[in-house]
């Protein structure tokens, strides 16, 4: 099985920063793009931003220029830094893989989520 741990959510002043990371780990032959998601309350999930093996990346247009993601792909494990951040940010933030595992078929998985609460 393959899990996905999520770290670095918290409460942030407006215009401060935090970093989040998620770990991938267990039974992976490979693990192609990772990403994050978020969900607001009463929101639906949306991309944030998404990071391939060869270090393509996709962000969404709110969070450019703030917002960074990158990876280390030995330790199978994606980074998002977040700058400037407003009120806006505040959801919870899921990461997301393609993982190829050992025996089987590729899928995604996602991890059980990290709130970032944005709020003087």
């Known amino acids: 099985q393959v899990q996905l741990v999520e770290s670095g959510g918290g409460l942030v002043q407006p215009g401060g920063s935090l970093g989040l990371s998620c770990a991938a780990s267990?039974?992976?032959?490979?693990?192609?793009?990772m990403g994050w998601y978020r969900q607001a309350p009463g929101s639906q999930r949306e991309l944030v931003a998404t990071?391939?093996?060869?270090?393509?990346?996709k962000y969404a247009d709110s969070v450019k220029g703030r917002f960074t993601i990158s990876r280390d792909n030995a330790k199978n494990t994606v980074y998002l830094r977040m700058d400037n951040l407003k009120s806006e940010d505040t959801a919870v933030y899921y990461c997301?893989?393609?993982?190829?595992?050992?025996?089987?078929?590729?899928?995604?998985?996602w991890g059980k989520g990290t709130p970032v609460t944005v709020s003087s």
């Open positions: 997301n893989a393609a993982v190829t595992p050992a025996a089987g078929y590729g899928m995604d998985y």
């Open positions: 990071i391939t093996r060869g270090g393509s990346i």
């Open positions: 267990g039974r992976i032959f490979v693990v192609n793009t």
